[in-house]
């Protein structure tokens, strides 16, 4: 302890999750951003209070890897914007290296084992559109002059922008080029007609003002806002700056990969919980048929009455607004009468946890499929269903946040 503002030399070793590499220095571990596994970097202490390891950033590169880029970004580097994680990584690296993430959190906290075929041939995939422009959706801080920006990683201060390189450009613009005084932040999306919705949030995350953009001209926004997205081969409707895959070309991704998991046949009964505005239960009503049945199950009023309206044309498939938590749950599935064929599952960072993962386990689903954005969360759950009798047959991974280290994962679970 102590070291704070220290400088000294390190080798850099492996990728860790959370988007910073592994060194060692006088015995301690040092987490080092801004750097890559292999490179001889000189550092800066940012924070120093465990014992076992403290915080650094790579300040001067000694020997590059072979892999690392010019920033695109001018905001991004060592004390500046901490919205990217690996803005000096080349895109196809980045996914490697969400892949490695991916595979030492199955191990570590999945338990599982490293030569199995699952976790050794996982690989992370792309997705169309490069590694620029992609954010429909993001969330702006304000500093006390009403300036907007990002924090500093691990920091309260604002970093003010005019652009953000990885944010789709009008909507970047829409929040960035002008002030936003007494608020605590703001909230932007870009549907997939252009329209930009920006909610300005009081300094307690609530929505003041809601105003929707199309081409540059104001149209009069509804009370929340609506926004249209498009997926599957169809339109869904969404709050404005609701819930929604946030890549522009995740929605059509995941869909694709929970319908090659799932494989629901004619008559099927599918649980889809967490449900958001009902994208994975909806797209899996066609295959279960008039015969069949799908239950989206989710939490937040508007992002139900979104579902409502996504799935009013599919008679198979109702809305229960409802915690997926163990109480919930249980009631749930007594309420379902029938145990259900296949369970999707997209869970918020922390994961469904333990006590959730059981009472699934406990329905005998012929198919368990969990969408993850935190790799974690999926490692911890992984270990949870295999307790309870469940193994994982499949993993996809996918670089739905290119420049950061978050990745989404999309696992099969089936009984063992
Ligand atoms: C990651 S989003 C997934 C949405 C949807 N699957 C999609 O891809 O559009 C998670 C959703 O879970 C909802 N949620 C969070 N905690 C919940 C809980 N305990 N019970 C039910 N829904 C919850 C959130 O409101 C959010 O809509």
Redesign the pocket.
Known sequence: MGWTGDEFEVTVGPVAHGGHCVARHEGRVVFVRHTLPGERVRVRVTEDRHPGFCRADAVEVLEAAPARVERPCPYSGPGRCGGCDWQHVDPAEQHRLKAAVVREQLVRLGRLDAGDPVVSGLAVEALPGGALRWRSRARFAVDGAGVPGLRRHRSHDVVALDDCPITVEPAARAVLTRRWPGAGAVDVSIDSTGAVTTARLDHRGRPQLVEVQHAGEELPAEPTGRAERRAGGRDWEVEGTG???VHPAAADA?VSAISGFAAVAEGETVLDL????G??GGALAPAVGESGRVVC????PG?CAAADANLGALPQAEVWQ????ADGLAELLEELGAAPDVVVL???RAGAGKAVSRLLAGTGARAIVYVA?DPAALGRDVSAFAEAGYRLAAVRGFDAFPMTAHVECVALLVPA
């Open positions: 819930f929604w895959q995941l967490y449900a958001g505005a994208l994975f199950v989710e939490a937040d992002a409802g915690e997926v938590d997209d869970p918020p954005c």
